[in-house]
């Protein structure tokens, strides 16, 4: 009797040792993977190089009309340089893509994404309100020749040409003038613009910055890129301003911005011959 009674009470010690056991290796494992997660949220920071896009040709392009917050589809000459621009970056392991939230733009951005060769073709597009074109208020839709022509002529020049020849911040002299001669009252200054979109564009690089670094594509508008760029470094702002489908490529480091590449058209020709 006594003999069974140890039995069981040894047999009670072992089912409540192993049991214990159990628990501690999986609290183990428990804790080995929440120590990994915890790793892989709290990443390094590391370089962020932005791969800053126009969008491509529009139908508003094509008939040189002011096009800011007016909104027309790409042409199909345009979606054909666009998919270029994708095929010469498709082997870019793009860790994030943006875009502003115009059709135009969303549509280059899925262009490109989509001639991409790595884990990107499968991220989501993140529209930004940020780094949407200047708005010209009355004068969207206008023709071009019109509205530059009355900025011109409100800032004492006779016509566009003079005010392109008199250098300094073009941008900001063509947007300030419009704002203040735009009938409905709503065309945005050159400060109200500069203070969306590089803040916009600031965060876009801070959030790659801070998880880890990579290569990031940003699509956006001319004048909004332009802008941009001269709160980095206004003497590389492209004259003649920025091509259809070109790409500006720029690297943060957290603190510093280094300029690469301007209106680089590169891409587009390199994928053209694929």
Known sequence: MKRKFLCVILMLVMMFSLAACASSNQNVNESSNEENQTAEEQKEPGNATIYLVRHGKTILNNTDRAQGWADGPLIPEGEELIKNVGKGLAEIPFIAAYSSDSGRAIQTANLILAENKTDAKSIELVQKQGIREGYFGAYEGEKNEVMWGDAAKHLGFDNQEE???????????????????????????????????????ESIANEAYENGGGDVLVVSHGITMGTILSQIDASIVPAEGFANGSVTKLEFDGNVWKVLEVNELKYAEEGKSR
């Open 163 to 201: 005010l392109l020849a008199s250098g300094g911040n073009i941008i900001e002299k063509i947007m300030n003038a419009v704002a203040e001669i735009d009938s409905s009252g709503e065309a945005e200054s050159y400060e109200e613009l500069k203070e969306r979109s590089f803040s916009e564009f």
